[in-house]
């Protein structure tokens, strides 16, 4: 992977922050992608001593033209993108029919809408270089029922239906496209769905009462398992790898 460059969006979340340090260490020039200017800056001094080089570009995934705008310049400052790593995503909390307007709106907007915008912008760059890989990081909610997630679930189900559409329609071209399901990670995202305590041994044991069981293999996921697997779909070892899912959960899905 050493000289390729990525775009990651999200890259100052926890497991957007996982992906950059992976990348880097591999040597790849990555656009580190966020509407938080500062801690984009703090990623950027972060990694300063790394393998790879990180520049960073603030960005709302929402907005075409913004997203249009940043592509052009990571292209123009790094070179044609060869990876992008869809992981901005943001959370509310709320049974479905309580959801406001607002968080239903903003939840796909950045979910499910940021993917589209950002796919766009890069994969029609990559099809007349006829070649790239994509990953999305979707959630294992994408496939299973949870409580008070419904907006949550519906725009990541969106997100990696619309990447493996995508990645059916650029094949042809030589750019593949992947979806990553993680379960509870060690994330503020996660922590913030926490009202005590004892958050993370209930995401461990699980919920009845929620419908929810718990991790098989006994502890919360940390942001590098889940960017070990965007690595591993983004790289040569995964050259014939498209429109696949890989849930990178502990087993808390059963494997459906």
């Known amino acids: 992977m050493e000289g390729k460059v990525a775009l990651v969006t999200g890259a100052a979340g926890g497991i957007g922050t996982a992906i ?20 984009l800056d703090l990623l950027v001094k972060d990694t300063a001593d790394l393998d790879g080089h990180v520049a960073a570009f603030a960005c709302d995934v929402t ?8 592509v052009d310049d990571a292209e123009r400052n790094l070179g044609p993108v060869d990876y ?17 307007r607002e968080d239903w709106d903003m939840t796909l907007a950045v979910n499910a809408t940021g993917v589209f915008n ?19 990081v979707a959630s294992n909610a994408a496939g299973t029922a949870r409580t008070g997630m419904a907006a949550y679930a519906a725009s990541k189900a969106a997100a990696a239906m619309f990447t493996k559409c995508l990645g059916l329609e650029v094949a042809k071209h030589g750019i593949r496209c992947n979806v990553v399901a993680p379960g509870s990670t060690d994330t503020p995202m996660l922590s913030s769905m926490w009202r005590d305590g004892n958050g993370a041994r209930a995401s461990i044991e699980g919920v ?10 006994g502890r919360l996921a940390v942001p590098a398992d889940v960017a070990n697997a965007v690595l591993f779909l983004l790289s040569e070892q995964a050259a014939h790898v498209t429109l696949h899912s ?11």
Request: aromatic residues 2%; neutral net charge; proline residues 4%.
């Open 118 to 136: 950002v796919s766009g912008a890069v994969v029609n760059r990559m099809i007349p270089r006829r070649r790239g890989a994509i990953v999305t």
């Open 63 to 70: 907005s075409r033209a913004d997203v249009e705008r940043v």
């Open 208 to 217: 009845p009462e929620s419908f929810r069981v718990g991790i098989p293999l």
């Open 246 to 256: 890989l849930t990178v959960d502990g087993g808390a899905t059963l494997g459906v």
């Open 84 to 100: 992008l790593v869809n992981a901005a995503g943001i959370l509310r909390l709320a049974e479905a029919g309580a959801l406001t």
């Open 20 to 39: 950059v340090e992976a990348l880097v260490e591999r040597g790849v020039a990555v656009a580190a992608v966020d509407r938080d200017d500062d801690r």
